[in-house]
């Protein structure tokens, strides 16, 4: 089976947030600056995003989520990779994602772990940061960098 990666459209909305929310992660906000992507199979069928959203210099990685059947395929780091030549293309400084739970994917992807004060300092009114911080979970979480601009 081949994938492609594309934008995703406000119509990718409803099955990006049931894919979210079904794997037990907190659901997105659209509205707020930020873009999707979305990788599809030849029919169309979302199987896996990712999202970032827009600080002034910084983006935070939003939502990296491959659903299960197709995990190991190599759709993860097409999403990542998507993302990061986004960045590179839009001059971000630095991406940023918090990971409590995949640390050896995100450093074999040559992100470095940081404090998360920094992602708060760098990204303070992103949503994620400030739906983190009403559940309570930013003190166990773990943040992740990768340079864009050296």
Known sequence: MSYQIRLATSADHATIAF???HCGMVAPVFDAPSFWYVAVDDSDAIHGVIGAEFGIRDWLLRSALVCE???GLGVGRMLVAQILHAALVHRIDAVYCFSTDAQEYWAHMGFVEVPVSTVLERLPQV??????????WLPTEVAWRYDIQS
């Not at 949503?127 to 309570?136: E, I, K, N």
């Open 19 to 21: 894919l979210l929310t």
């Open 69 to 71: 059947p197709f995990r």
């Open 127 to 136: 949503p994620q940061v400030l739906q983190f911080a009403d559940l309570g």
